[in-house]
Structures are given as structure tokens and as C-alpha cells.
């Protein structure tokens, strides 16, 4: 198992631009999740998605899309990058709702830079 | 608004010693705790968590305790390992509806374990 994999690892974007953040999972988990960490900040959630077809919007999801059409794949859009976007992107997956002794498996992170 | 909230942003501790990170939430609807460590240039990988109605929740050198009434939770470490070192987050997790749950993270504790 790969576990989650997150693409591409560094970016860096005009303002203005846009682009998408893959995620994919292989274990079969139904929910998905992105987070955000701003320097010196904790996880705020994005997106997150109960199975294929369902998203529902978490903390901070203004400027940002996302859809899910299989159970592996969850994808982040930004559609008009700002310099606010500038942040470290954590998409996790888990089988069962968050929390209990089911957690929440991490990607390794994208690294977003507006300029 | 801060409901998770970790107040040490870093912790020095000599190796085979103690290390104890502390965590205080203001939502009295969080029904798990959890602990996640992380290292650079890595996602978050889950360490241990702890139900709302337990009060500790032991996992080898790793213990988390629980005070409810005082709405504050530790991670205590023993023996201290120089692997050790890494941020830990402490995350909170509450029902959001339909069926899903969400996890509100702190800021993170930068532990450094001295050799």
C-alpha cells in the first residue's frame, strides 16, 4: 500500500492563476480530507468528502473546489491563486469517521507558494 | 477562536527523562482526543488517542491523560528517545453532522529531545 499520495510536492503560482492539488488514496477509505498549515498554525480542514459524490465544506473553504468522483481520488482546485493560499496542503483519508483508534492517515504534503 | 489550544510552542527535554506536552480545548462537545506527531517535510502521523469518558490511555512510552472538569489533556513520554523529537498536535474531535466528524488541531509543540 502507498497509502496517500499527494502531487506535485513544491509549487510555486502567479496570483491569478490556477491550478489542482491531486490526492489519492489505496486503502479503500471512504473519507477524505484536506487541511491547510500556515506557518507556526495548526490543521485547519478545507474539504472534506463522506464517499464518492459527497463533499461538504470545513473551516476555511473559501477560494478553494474540490470533487470526488472515486473513492481514491480527492482533488483540490484553486481557481484564482492569492498570496493568502500560500501554505503547506495535507489531504488524509480514513476508513471510519475521524477519531477513535480509526485515525486519519497523511499525505506527505504540498508546498503552495502565491507570489 | 481558538478551541485547541497548545501553549508551548517548544520543549527541551534531556534524553531517558520525561517529556510531558499539554493541551487545553474550550468545546465541551469534543468526544476523542488524539495526538499526532510530525516530522519535517512529512505529513502527520496519528501517535495515540483517548476517549472522552477515560481519563488515561496508555500505548508502550506514550500516555495521554484526560481532565474533563478541567478541560485540559498531556502527553507524557517515557523514556524520552533523541526519535522522539518532532512537533506533536493535539487534535479534538466533534460531530459536524450527517454522519461526519471533524478534528479541530492546536498549534503544535516542537519537542526536541536532547542526546
Known amino acids: 500500500n502507498a497509502g496517500v499520495t499527494q502531487t506535485p510536492k513544491f509549487r510555486i503560482l502567479k496570483i491569478g492563476q490556477s491550478m489542482t492539488l491531486q490526492c489519492t488514496q489505496d486503502m479503500n477509505h471512504n473519507y477524505m480530507y484536506w487541511y491547510r498549515q500556515d506557518p507556526g498554525m495548526g490543521l485547519k480542514l478545507i474539504y472534506y468528502?463522506?464517499?464518492?459524490?459527497?463533499?461538504d465544506k470545513g473551516e476555511v473553504p473559501n477560494g478553494y473546489n474540490v470533487s470526488r468522483s472515486t473513492t481514491e481520488d480527492f482533488p483540490l482546485r484553486l481557481e484564482l491563486a492569492a498570496p493568502s493560499q500560500t501554505s503547506v496542503y495535507f489531504c488524509?483519508?480514513?476508513?471510519?469517521?475521524?477519531?477513535?483508534?480509526?485515525?486519519?492517515?497523511f499525505g506527505p504534503g504540498t508546498r503552495l507558494t502565491v507570489l | 477562536d481558538q478551541q485547541v489550544k497548545q501553549n508551548s510552542p517548544s520543549l527541551s527535554v534531556q534524553e531517558g527523562r520525561i517529556s510531558i506536552l499539554n493541551c487545553d480545548y474550550t468545546n465541551s462537545m469534543f468526544d476523542y482526543f488524539l495526538w499526532y506527531k510530525k516530522y519535517p517535510a512529512e505529513g502527520p502521523t496519528f501517535l495515540i488517542s483517548i476517549s472522552s469518558i477515560k481519563d488515561k490511555n496508555e500505548d508502550g512510552r506514550f500516555t495521554v491523560f484526560l481532565n474533563k472538569s478541567a478541560k485540559h489533556l498531556s502527553l507524557h513520554i517515557v523514556p524520552s528517545q533523541p526519535g522522539d523529537s518532532a512537533v506533536y498536535f493535539c487534535a479534538a474531535r466533534d460531530y459536524s453532522g450527517a454522519g461526519s466528524y471533524q478534528l479541530t488541531f492546536g498549534k503544535g509543540t516542537k519537542l526536541s529531545v536532547i542526546p
Open positions: 468528502s463522506v464517499g464518492a459524490g459527497i463533499t
Open positions: 488524509a483519508s480514513s476508513y471510519m469517521p475521524s477519531g477513535t483508534t480509526d485515525t486519519q492517515y
